[in-house]
């Protein structure tokens, strides 16, 4: 990882291009404020104050469109800036293009990303090198790999040194990607994590197959974090035929299994805070089957937030004391 250092400070707009996620929150009208009592001390996180494009753009390559199910930047953003400090280790094991490893190097943190599909894990590299172009002064690299084994991935010196772990697990082989128009409707594109052939990616196993595979992987991640350090999980509620999944209950006990203690659970808003009132952005999809299911008589509502699932790594007792 190559050691890019420029003068610029944590959470500095990006003035070249690009936006920091988290400074445009914080110069909108509403999110103003949050200012009072401080972003850290809400369970509601103003994530969404700009759309996703726009957080993006400028700041992230143009390729990073085509991955399926990216987080929200001022998501990764707002986890690193409440949970660690500047010059921290920040992992993400299904890192995806890269999102967390970006905001973290925006923040003058270092980042490491594992990522089991070389064509999203080369989105990633090219928009940590974008990054560092713009001034990002953290260190940051992309391990590609399955992180169920990330103990095997990563070097031995990294137990123990991780801050914190953002991340989240795939939700569904095909997820709402994006539509085009055609002769028979709209088409989608863009709404899978590769053909379909190999299950060694986790979005390709049920629900119980999922949870078990995220519980290896922050089993992995537990040995990599430090005593107290803290792992946060963004779950997007999902519905398989019009049913919730309850993904964040099998990401809770996940976490459970691989010695993580939960402790909180907060909300990111994929809708704006405006005059009081939520201002939703849903997908074509999303709306077409609330709209759907209203017409049906089934009371359904859009989902305009991600759960984010909180726990730390408890400390080791110390030698001597009796519990
Ligand atoms: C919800 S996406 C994460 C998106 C990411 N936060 C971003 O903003 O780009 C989940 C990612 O996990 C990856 N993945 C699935 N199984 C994996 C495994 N066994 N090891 C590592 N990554 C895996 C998928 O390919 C996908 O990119």
Redesign the pocket.
């Known amino acids: 990882m190559a050691k890019h250092r420029a003068h610029t400070t944590a959470n500095e707009p990006d003035k070249s291009s690009g936006q920091n996620p988290t400074a445009a929150a914080s110069t909108d009208p509403v999110g103003r404020h949050r200012a009072a009592p401080g972003p850290e001390g809400l369970s509601v996180w103003a994530t969404a104050q700009s759309t996703g494009p726009v957080q993006r753009r400028g700041r992230y390559v143009r390729e990073s469109v085509q991955?399926p199910?990216?987080?929200l930047p001022a998501i990764a953003a707002h986890a690193v800036n409440a949970y660690t400090q500047p010059g921290d280790l920040v992992l993400?094991?299904?890192?995806?293009?890269?999102?967390?490893l970006v905001e973290a190097i925006h923040a003058d943190r270092d980042a490491i990303g594992?990522?089991?599909?070389s064509r999203?894990s080369d989105i990633a590299d090219a928009n940590i090198k974008h990054a560092h172009a713009q001034g990002a002064t953290g260190r940051a690299g992309v391990i590609r790999?399955?992180?169920?084994g990330i103990l095997s991935l990563v070097p031995g010196a990294l137990a123990g040194q991780v801050a914190l772990v953002v991340?989240?697990?795939?939700?569904g082989p095909t997820v709402h990607g994006l539509v085009r128009p055609g002769a028979d409707g709209v088409a989608k594109f863009d709404n899978a994590?590769n053909d379909g052939t190999d299950r060694?990616?986790?979005?390709y196993r049920d629900l119980t197959g999922l949870a078990d595979?995220f519980a290896q992987?922050l089993a992995g991640c537990h040995t990599l974090l430090r005593p107290g350090g803290v792992v946060v999980v963004t779950a997007r509620p999902w519905r398989k035929h019009g049913e919730l999944v309850d993904l964040p209950s099998a990401v809770i006990g996940a976490g459970i299994r691989a010695g993580l203690t939960p402790v909180d659970r907060c909300v990111a808003l994929l809708a704006a805070v405006r005059d009081g009132g939520l201002v939703a952005r849903p997908s074509f999809f999303q709306l077409q089957a609330v709209r759907k299911a209203r017409a049906g008589g089934t009371p359904m509502h859009l989902i305009a937030h991600e759960d984010v699932l909180v726990f730390v790594k408890s400390p080791a007792p110390e030698s001597g004391v009796v519990a």
């Open positions: 991955h199910a990216r987080m993400d094991p299904m890192c995806g293009i890269g999102t967390t594992v990522e089991y599909e999203w790999g399955d992180a169920t991340t989240s697990p795939p939700y994590y060694g990616n986790l979005a595979g992987i």
